[in-house]
Nanobody
């Protein structure tokens, strides 16, 4: 059972930055594709970005491309989401998720493990 714990959310003004972290309990963390998803109030949860098992590949939603960067440190069992140039529409609960496969996927149902989420609020 993989446990994921996110941190780093908070309140920030538009144009500001935040870095989210997600620590995994799994010893074989390096075997997992990791994803970030978000859910805004009144909306369905959506894909933000993913990173391959070795950090060699990343993929982003068009809405965050060029502003958000995902990275990982397998030695620390941690994945990061660096968010720059934040906009009010980025306000959401952000979740990290783990997929027990080295092949990537954008589909939420293919991620078997989820964190509890961390709130990000961007004020205008």
């Amino acid at each position: 059972q993989v446990q994921l714990v996110e941190s780093g959310g908070g309140l920030v003004q538009a144009g500001g930055s935040l870095r989210l972290s997600c620590v995994a309990s799994e010893r074989t963390f390096s075997s997992y594709t990791m994803g970030w998803f978000r859910q805004a109030p009144g909306k369905e949860r959506e894909f933000v970005g993913i990173i391959s098992w070795n950090g060699g590949s990343t993929y982003y939603a068009d809405s965050v491309k060029g502003r958000f960067t995902i990275s990982r440190d397998n030695a620390k069992n941690t994945v990061y989401l660096q968010m720059n140039s934040l906009k009010p529409e980025d306000t959401a609960v952000y979740y990290c998720a783990a997929r027990a496969s080295r092949s990537y996927s954008y589909t939420q149902s293919e991620y078997g493990y989820w964190g509890q989420g961390t709130q990000v609020t961007v004020s205008s």
